[in-house]
């Protein structure tokens, strides 16, 4: 977050495009003007058409032109005691050609009047679930979006907050702990480079003055492989070492990792340190990182550039790379 800039909680409103007040009075009339078309159709004397002779036309007439009355006079807000009124007007429309010269009334053409209006209103019923389903999901959305944005703001306060606060104290005197995953850096410096990590060399770099409160060791032994050598160079140069047996399983592969044993180990130290210096690359990391950042301390990351993981890096404060200045050639 920069310098002088304020956390807006308040939520910028779109005007809502204004509804020319024609369009309002035509959606209003349309109903008593559909209405008042079938009564006069329905009070005509002897009305025939060229189509009035094929079987069915008439009753689809009447399906039809009460169809477009219901999606017509429904609305949302009103559909529930306008239904009556719309089978009313049917019934009495029906019944009142009784007294029209050349028509008569007929039930059949009352069926499917009530089935054009039933149309309608399960029309309107449906276009309501989808409304109501996708305004829904727009509205879990923008919740959702909001809520993101709040918990990156609250995080770089939180940031701003942590850096300052270190910042203010001594570089003497601020605690730093270092883990280092020693079977991810000697594969990661084996690969790109063909070389060993100087971890003597590599703890002074990362302290710089700073005050070293535990730097660990974690190491997967290899019984074929002495490591007495390197385990007492690591224990003479501050490092408190942690071993683990390599295990060969049945069909041939090896398993050794200290992800576990070094989450715990962070987590436990977390609230007694300033600085918490991860040395690995490896991206299981990097929820522990966000966990960390979170209790206090400030995270930084040691590793070689192209065997990091990416998600470690953008969740740690800093990215230290590794580069020749710490490895001995083989």
């Not at 990097?286 to 969740?315: H, M, W």
């Not at 790379?321 to 050639?329: A, C, H, R, T, W």
């Amino acid at each position: 977050m920069k310098g002088g800039e304020k956390l807006n909680f308040r939520e910028k409103v779109e005007p809502k495009a204004s509804i020319h007040p024609y369009s309002v009075k035509m959606r209003r009339a349309a109903p008593y003007i559909w209405g008042g078309l079938i009564l006069t159709l329905s009070s005509i004397p002897n009305l025939t058409s060229p189509y009035s002779k094929t079987e069915g036309i008439d009753k689809l007439a009447h399906f039809g032109e009460y169809l477009v009355f219901a999606l017509l006079i429904f609305n949302k807000k009103q559909k529930g005691y306008i239904m009556p009124l719309i089978l009313l007007f049917a019934v009495a429309d029906e019944l009142h050609q009784k007294f029209i010269p050349g028509r008569e009334v007929e039930f059949s053409d009352l069926g499917f009047n009530f089935a054009g209006i039933l149309c309608g209103w399960l029309i309107l019923e449906e276009k309501m679930r989808i409304f109501k389903n996708k305004k829904g999901q727009n509205e879990l959305s923008q919740i959702y979006d909001k809520i993101q944005g709040l918990n990156k703001r609250i995080g770089k306060l939180e940031w701003n907050m942590r850096n300052s606060r270190i910042r203010r104290t001594k570089r003497e005197d601020l605690r730093v702990g270092v883990f280092v995953d020693v079977q991810n850096m000697f594969y990661a410096a084996k690969k790109q480079f063909e070389a060993r990590l100087d971890y003597v060399k590599l703890l002074s770099h990362i302290l710089k003055g700073r005050r070293l409160i535990k730097a660990v060791a974690y190491i997967i032994e290899n019984p074929e492989i002495d490591q007495s050598g390197f385990l007492s160079l690591l224990s003479h140069h501050s490092f408190e070492l942690r071993k683990k047996p390599l295990i060969q399983r049945s069909d041939g592969s090896q398993k050794g990792d200290f992800d576990m044993e070094i989450a715990l180990d962070i987590l436990s130290l977390a609230d007694q340190l300033d600085v918490v210096v991860l040395v690995s690359g490896d991206g299981d990391f990097s929820s522990l990182v966000e966990t960390i950042k979170v209790k206090g301390p400030r995270v930084e990351v040691y590793g070689f550039p192209q065997n990091t993981a990416i998600d470690l890096k953008e969740a740690t404060d800093e990215f230290f790379p590794i580069g020749n200045e710490l490895l001995f050639k083989q």
